[in-house]
């Protein structure tokens, strides 16, 4: 698979190359449709085309799915959307994690700039940031649209 752009400069993943037109698939919305090849640079793209292929994706959610690697991760990050800002003292009691686990979701949570240190009731704690908040609303109104949902 490779990425091309149009005239444009907006992102493709080539799905089909004829003589005179290529079908291309828009990573936003995952339509497909013919283009002219002369409207298109086949040049060879700095994006992996996994990447424009992820694009498509809001960039806050994105930043949340690579770095929550299980639902117990996911889980933290919308705790402390919904509940933050949380002491440390509280996250260790109320969850069933131990010391190590909770510090290490937190250290790549801050990473990626989902967390933030900051004072909760007197005591050190961690609050979402903004993009984090935007991502689990994100999330939340994906699942209320889906008719599968479980």
């Not at 086949?42 to 949340?64: C, Y």
């Not at 979402?128 to 939340?140: F, G, I, K, P, Q």
Request: net charge negative; with cysteine.
């Amino acid at each position: 698979m490779q990425s091309v752009r149009d005239a444009d400069g907006t992102r493709y993943l080539l799905v089909k190359r004829s003589a005179e037109s290529s079908r291309v698939r828009d990573p936003a919305t995952g339509e497909e449709r013919y283009l002219p090849n002369d409207e298109l640079d086949f040049e060879e793209s700095d994006a992996p085309p996994l990447s424009v292929a992820a694009s498509g994706i809001p960039e806050p959610v994105r930043r949340v799915v690579t770095a929550a690697h299980d639902e117990q991760s996911l889980g933290l990050l919308v705790e402390l959307a919904d509940r933050g800002p949380l002491p440390v003292v509280e996250l260790l009691d109320a969850y069933a994690l131990c010391e190590s686990d909770v510090h290490g979701r937190l250290s790549e949570f801050r990473a990626a700039r989902l967390v933030e240190e900051t004072t909760a009731h007197g005591e050190r704690g961690y609050d979402a940031t903004d993009v984090t908040r935007r991502a689990v609303r994100s999330l939340r109104s994906a699942a209320e649209n889906d008719p599968e949902r479980e």
